[in-house]
């Protein structure tokens, strides 16, 4: 077999597995119902019917920065992990796929994984959004740019969560990792930059900084591209309301996920190929 092939063997394969994870299905069931949640914008008149799937893609956006990363981690941690705990590397390493044909297929197949359960949960939201208040195409826009890039925040973490995998020889250790991780980049690095605005008092930091500190998360940089989208037609808030004053084009932030993209690649290949059989 080709690489190619090598690859997408590898892929399907990993994405069996990943399917029959309890974790996932647990997941993708919640992310479900707080989609589904979320889909009821509080439009009691009519007046806001228009602009109720924009009032969910926007509430969304921000249920999905907590959600979204989550499954990712969970479908990847022990990817690679589990397969030494298991014994079962060194059966793969005997075979003609190379570490980075192995990397890459396991990443498509779960990044396949955490699409399915993406398309699922925002899928039966739009559905009863627009049953129950019509059908809006500037909305249907921003739910398929909210799924577009909901995707390549799931493909982030997944990376994320491979490099981890890579990097330790045992499950435990991975997710413990994972958490951190999660913990790290989803809720304390808001609640620093919060820290830091009150400290600054309106100075260097928010008028200069602050954005772009924002934006080199990549849930953050997920949430701003996406409520900047919206182009204030949905009222937001606090670290949110910075999406509608931008010094700079929302493509930035887009551009810093890719960013977080390759680099976990990088960060994984190269762990990869330490692995001895």
Do not use: H, Q
């Amino acid at each position: 077999m080709n690489t190619p092939a090598r690859i997408a063997a590898v892929a399907g394969t990993e994405f069996k597995i990943a399917l029959r994870n309890r974790w996932v299905l647990l997941a993708t069931v919640l992310l479900t119902l707080f989609s589904l949640a979320l889909s009821f914008p509080g439009t009691g008149g009519g007046t806001l019917k228009a602009s109720a799937l924009l009032m969910a893609a926007a509430s969304i956006s921000t249920l999905a920065v907590y959600l979204i990363p989550l499954i990712a981690l969970l479908v990847s941690y022990d990817s690679f992990a589990g397969e030494v705990e298991r014994g079962t590397m060194a059966l793969i390493l005997a075979t003609p796929v190379n570490r980075g044909e192995l990397l890459f297929g396991k990443f498509l197949g779960l990044c396949l994984v955490v699409f399915i359960a993406i398309a699922v949960g925002f899928g039966i939201a739009v559905a009863v959004t627009v049953g129950l208040y019509g059908f809006d195409v500037t909305g249907i826009e921003a739910w398929l740019r909210l799924l577009a890039t909901a995707i390549f925040l799931g493909a982030v973490f997944v990376a994320a969560g491979m490099a981890l995998s890579t990097a330790v020889p045992r499950t435990g250790t991975a997710a413990a990792l994972a958490v951190g991780l999660w913990l790290v980049l989803v809720v304390l690095y808001d609640l620093a930059l919060l820290a830091g605005l009150v400290v600054d008092e309106g100075g260097f930091f928010t008028k200069g900084l602050f954005p772009y500190f924002v934006v080199l998360n990549p849930g953050d940089a997920f949430r701003i591209f996406n409520l900047a989208g919206l182009e204030s037609a949905t009222p937001v808030s606090g670290l949110d309301g910075l999406a509608n004053t931008l010094p700079f084009s929302p493509v930035l932030a887009l551009a810093a996920m890719a960013f977080w993209l390759v680099a976990m690649l990088g960060a994984g290949l190269f762990s990869a190929r330490r692995l001895t059989p």
